[in-house]
């Protein structure tokens, strides 16, 4: 009776009405990304408002934001290149090559813990002031990090596997395991910083605590009855095959959060060199006004995947092409809307995470340059995740390389030459602008081939 439910919940994909199928997928998924945002931001807007030293302990934190981003890269891995690789195989009706997927995940994300807790440790200090902290904000930056680190398996094991749960047609149980955690850092938040006057130290154990709960939650689940996947010994011996090809989808989404935290140390460094400690400051402001806005986003494209990838997988080409038209469409409009209302109110999202008149007016100034092109980018959040969902791994990660190493690192480098310190900010929009339209483009071009049934046979 148990394996019938399971199947039927998984069959639902490629039968139940789309409009019906997406809120029942997406929603669970957008407000488990909202929550989980709120881990940094709920962090940055309690540290901000510390008494007489908000401004330099929220800078501190922003630093370190290019290495926690680094550490969460390793799970996009598993979350966006295993996940949707397993669904692809739950389509083709082949449940114990997708378990075998989750094993060899598992290994993966073990392995990444041991080595990014080694050399972080070790390299700790030198790499901060690398990446923008100055004297007045290291001790900030260090307090933090040297507790976040301790909880980095938490942080791989809740990131990478809850997509597992998604692909499995489980968004409201994959939005638990997020809330769990959530909920927990908001309220442990203040407790750890005020109440035992912890300060940022408190913020990073508030963060661990919780990120622990979450990862509990998803081993749990993954590993009992109700999982059509589960996590089982015998799976978890690495195959170079799966991984290679778990590598090749996931090397995109990896690199598009890896390079997040390489921009933020671009970005960072040239702030503070042409600008100084307030200039990253507001970076650090504008990096959580993006998060927020990006974060129903991710949690939209989170929950149309599974639906694009195993209909894909059971050659339903008609079905998968109504499903990424509404994608591209909806991730277009949101993010135009989100963008325009960051240009013309900066002052208002400044104002949630510092009360400092100087850093609030310098964040209105910069916001509506740096935020410009998103008005477009929206085109590119919905045609990323779509080429993912296809097994398209080879232009997805061209489309990840062209806007952030091709375009906006050299960008932020060398605009500064010309135009001061205002050439980071408007080395984001160019690169923005371009890379959508390159990948509005690409899309036009291969979607046809793509949906063909030699393309899936070459999917492994």
């Known amino acids: 009776m148990a394996e019938k439910t399971v199947m039927t919940r998984e069959e639902r994909m490629a039968v139940q009405p789309i409009g019906k199928l997406m809120v029942s997928m997406t929603v669970p998924a957008i407000l488990a990304q909202i929550i989980n945002v709120l881990y940094s931001v709920i962090d940055r807007v309690y540290i901000g408002h510390m008494e007489g030293v908000g401004a330099n302990a929220l800078t501190g934190v922003g630093v370190t934001f290019c290495i926690t981003m680094f550490i969460s890269a390793f799970s996009s891995f598993i979350s966006n290149g295993a996940a949707p690789l397993a669904a692809i195989w ?3 009706g082949d449940r114990g090559h997708a378990e075998r997927i989750l094993g060899n995940s598992v290994s993966f994300l073990l392995v990444c813990t041991v080595a990014l807790m080694a050399f972080f440790y070790a390299y700790m200090r030198p790499l901060l ?23 980095t398996l938490f942080v791989e094991l809740a990131l990478g596997l809850n997509a597992f749960i998604i692909c499995q047609s489980q968004s409201k149980t994959a939005m638990l395991s997020v809330l769990i955690g959530a909920v927990a850092n908001i309220i ?23 990120q622990a709960l979450s990862a509990a939650w998803v081993m749990r689940f993954l590993m009992g009855e109700g999982s059509s996947v589960r996590i089982r010994a015998g799976c978890m011996r690495p195959d170079g095959r799966i991984l290679g090809s778990v590598f090749a989808l996931g090397v995109s989404p990896f690199i598009m959060t890896a390079t997040e935290s390489f921009i933020s140390i671009v970005l960072n460094h040239g702030l503070q060199v042409y600008g100084g400690d307030m ?7 504008m990096q959580s006004v993006m998060q927020l806005f990006s974060a129903p986003l991710n949690g939209f494209t989170q929950g149309m995947a599974p639906i694009v990838s195993y209909n894909y997988g059971a050659k339903n080409f008609g079905r998968v092409r109504r499903l990424y038209r509404r994608m591209i469409g909806v991730c277009f409009g949101f993010r135009f809307l989100t963008a325009a209302s960051a240009m013309l109110f900066p002052a208002f999202y400044a104002g949630f995470f510092t009360n400092e008149t100087e850093l609030v007016s310098l964040t209105a100034r910069v916001m509506p340059v740096f935020m410009a092109g998103m008005l477009v980018f929206g085109l590119q959040n919905g045609i990323q995740p779509a080429f993912l969902a296809l097994g398209q791994a080879k232009v997805s990660l061209f489309i990840a390389v062209l806007r952030k190493i091709i375009l906006l690192i050299p960008l932020a480098i060398v605009l500064p030459h010309y135009m001061g310190v205002m050439g980071v900010y408007y ?16 899309f036009l071009v291969n979607i046809r081939k793509i949906l063909s049934e030699e393309a899936l046979a070459k999917i492994r």
Not at 188 to 210: E, W, Y
């Open 90 to 92: 739950l389509g083709k």
């Open 129 to 151: 002031y690398m990446f923008g902290a100055s004297d007045a904000t290291i001790g900030y930056a260090s307090d933090y990090l040297s507790i976040y680190l301790a909880g």
């Open 188 to 210: 442990l938040d203040p407790v750890f910083i005020f109440g035992f006057h912890m300060g940022v130290k408190g913020a990073a154990v508030a963060t661990v605590i919780s």
């Open 279 to 285: 200039h990253v400051g507001a970076l650090t402001i």
């Open 427 to 442: 080395a984001e929009p160019v690169s923005d602008i371009i890379s959508a339209t390159a990948a509005t483009i690409l």
